[in-house]
């Protein structure tokens, strides 16, 4: 089985802290994603890595930052959390080729900036 | 960024009945997938569609690509009560190899 864990699943910090939220899979899966979800505005990508040290920008990429420096790890960082970035954020892989489509979700991280 | 729009928003159904809910798109998508998410948990992977046409089916599940590209369908058999959850569909357009394009969600509640 497919296993993608994120290293926490609520979090709670401060406005203006620095916040990383790491993702790990275990599938040796090349593509990794960082979402996040809130309520009528559904997933939205906010970055992805197609290959260690490679990152692309998703649709909302303002505000974070990523890293990738060992294919099964993806990092996410919130250079200086805003309370707009109390959220849900969910982390996925998937390999290349055959079968990219299938993304394998982790459990989520319930992020709240006070 | 785009999102697929996914019918009905949400549904009340007896245990026992069947579900049915779709997903349609005005572009075409190479690939359809159906994902559950159950609160506080992330999103799971159900069903995966590959080919127009095709029929798959997991269980009680069954999942269609429709023929024009452009939508497909999940039905749930026989409802029970852990079939509770958010159902989203997603797309890959042909453009991408692997990026995700998410549909609005069906929220199903099963009451005894």
């Known amino acids: ?114 | 960024g785009q999102q697929l729009n996914q019918s009905p928003q949400s549904m009340f159904i007896q245990e026992g009945e069947d579900v049915s809910m779709n997903c349609t798109s005005s572009s075409i998508f190479n690939t359809w997938l159906w994902y559950k998410q159950e609160p506080g948990e992330g999103p799971v992977l159900l069903i995966a569609l590959y080919k127009a046409g095709e029929l798959t089916s997991n269980g009680r599940l069954t999942a269609q690509f429709g023929i024009t590209r452009k939508d497909s369908f999940l039905n749930i058999s026989a409802s029970i009560p852990s079939d509770v959850g958010i159902y989203f569909c997603a797309g890959v357009p042909p453009t991408t190899a692997s990026k995700l394009t998410f549909g609005t969600g069906t929220r199903l509640q099963v009451t005894l």
């Open chain 1, 1 to 114: 089985d497919v296993k993608v864990t994120q290293s926490s699943r609520y979090l709670v910090k401060r406005t203006g802290e620095k916040v990383f939220l790491e993702c790990v899979q275990d599938m040796d899966h090349e593509n990794m994603f960082w979402y996040r979800q809130d309520p009528g505005l559904g997933l939205r990508l906010i970055y992805f890595s197609y290959d260690v040290k490679m990152k692309e920008k998703g649709d909302i990429p303002e505000g974070y930052s990523v890293s990738r420096e060992k294919k099964e790890r993806f990092s996410l960082i919130l250079e200086s959390a805003s309370t707009n970035q109390t959220s849900m954020y969910l982390c996925a892989s998937t390999r290349a080729g055959q079968g990219a489509g299938e993304q394998y979700f982790g459990p989520g991280t319930r992020l709240t900036v006070t």
